[in-house]
């Protein structure tokens, strides 16, 4: 049996250091989950792009506590050595202190050993809350999906020099607060690594370029079985999506001309029950 990957050991890795970067994919559900775990990957994150990849939604604002801890609760039942992470969805973090910690501990009880929250200095109440309750939590700034709306569309964040610092000092202040990890999304590579440089707690980097501690990819991404959008930050490693309708599409030309299923594919009656019921030697035509 693998060993389970847990915070403290999460909490530690730095590049700089000579640790070997982490790997984090998101999974929705209990295959998804064995097939990560199965391929060593260290951290599992239940993602709220769950609404885009699987779901269907155009972003990621409509799902709820309910459908996240649906997921890890899937997730979870796989058993990956893999840590679980669980996104706390929009709106979950928002409203209370109270709130942010009732909804975390769902998705905490629902199997997550930890929960991902958006946003910079502004969500510091939240996440030492949440810390207090000894809920480790992992902090994702720069392109905030959650945001899309205010920030006018999926955009690149940090590219100017006061936005650029701006990012730095949220990082230093969610590691203060007591993040165990910090996702960055869709900014520079050059700010990146500023971020990387300027705190003690790894960072996962998606669209971030290659100074991060660590990478995090979509599975439909990774997979290319998400092939409507290719942002420049993707790389492909499969195309299951391709191989998906091929074998789709053979299963049905075998149905529709009668070559599945086989023999060997069905069940028969025993012999002698054959011939009581007086089928024995009858050739049972195709209706
Ligand atoms: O929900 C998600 O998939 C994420 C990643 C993009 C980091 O938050």
């Known amino acids: 049996m693998s060993t ?28 998804g989950a064995r097939m990560a775990d199965a391929a060593g990957i260290d951290m599992i994150l239940v993602g709220d792009s769950v609404a885009m990849v699987v779901l269907g939604y155009e972003d990621t604002l409509q799902v709820t506590v309910a459908d996240m801890a649906h997921h890890t609760a899937a ?6 050595a893999s840590l679980i992470v669980a996104d706390m969805p929009w709106l979950s973090y928002h409203v209370s202190v109270a709130d942010t910690v009732t909804n975390a501990a769902s998705l905490i009880r629902a199997g997550a050993q930890a929960v991902k929250l958006e946003g ?9 809350a949440l810390v207090d309750a000894e809920i480790p939590v992992m902090g994702h700034i720069g392109l905030t999906p959650q945001s899309v709306n205010a920030m006018g569309g999926f955009k690149v964040q940090g590219r100017k020099h006061e936005a650029a610092l701006a990012l730095v000092e949220d990082a230093k202040a969610l590691a203060h607060a007591g993040c165990f990890a910090i996702v960055i999304e869709g900014v520079p590579d050059e700010v990146g690594r500023m971020i990387t440089e300027a705190i003690d707690i790894p960072t996962v980097g998606i669209g971030a370029g290659a100074g991060c501690d660590g990478q995090v990819l979509v599975f439909h991404d990774v997979l290319g079985i998400e092939e409507r959008v290719l942002p420049k930050f993707v790389r492909r490693y499969a195309d299951l999506g391709t191989e998906g309708v091929r074998a789709l599409g053979a299963y049905a030309d075998d149905v529709r001309t009668g070559r599945f299923p086989s023999a060997a594919e069905s069940y028969s009656l025993e012999a002698r029950t054959a011939e009581t019921l007086g089928l024995y030697g009858t050739p049972i035509s195709p209706v």
Request: charge should be positive; hydrophobic fraction near 40%.
């Open 4 to 31: 389970r990957i847990t915070v403290p050991s999460v909490q530690g890795r730095k590049v700089r250091r000579g640790d070997v970067p982490l790997v984090m994919v998101t999974a929705y559900d209990a295959p």
């Open 75 to 80: 997730v979870a039942r796989a058993t990956p």
């Open 120 to 128: 910079g200095r502004k969500r510091l109440p939240m996440i030492e």
